[in-house]
């Protein structure tokens, strides 16, 4: 597995009619869009910063795996996110080298990307999730 670039850092944040306004300043470009992604329990805000996105991402559910994020470490980076060609490989050769998987398989994220978590038990700490674009 090589990644081609980070695709995205996922910034945990309680509110995103808060914090929109703050990365507008601060990276000199405006939000571009807003998602939610029902079944991971957030709601999505996306900055472009040259090749790479800045996520932000609000709980819909206290009970979710962001709001828990928040509730145990406070706001903050929450992942990183790579960009992979052959997801569902990358996660058999992942899994092979000993990495312990959260996704055992890709599922839908947010832009329609392909998307699987890696453990940070596994990775140094680090939330770390693969990406794939099919539609590229």
Do not use: W
């Not at 703050?22 to 029902?38: N, Q």
């Not at 000993?98 to 699987?116: F, V």
């Amino acid at each position: 597995m090589k990644p081609s670039h980070i695709e995205h850092i996922g910034i945990a944040v309680k509110s995103l009619d808060s914090a929109i306004p703050y990365y507008e300043r601060l990276l000199g470009t405006p939000c571009y869009a807003i998602e939610e992604v029902k079944d991971q329990r957030v709601k999505t805000a996306f900055f472009k910063v040259g090749q790479t996105k800045i996520e932000l991402l609000e709980s819909t559910d206290p009970e979710g795996p962001v709001g828990k994020f928040i509730e145990k470490k406070g706001e903050g980076i929450h992942h990183i996110a790579f960009a992979v060609n052959g997801l569902e490989a990358a996660l058999d050769e992942i899994k092979e080298s000993g990495i312990q998987l959260i996704d055992q398989q890709p599922r839908k994220g947010a832009e329609g990307l392909h998307i699987a978590f890696l453990h940070p038990k596994s990775t140094f700490g680090v939330l770390t999730e693969l990406c794939e674009d099919k539609n590229k």
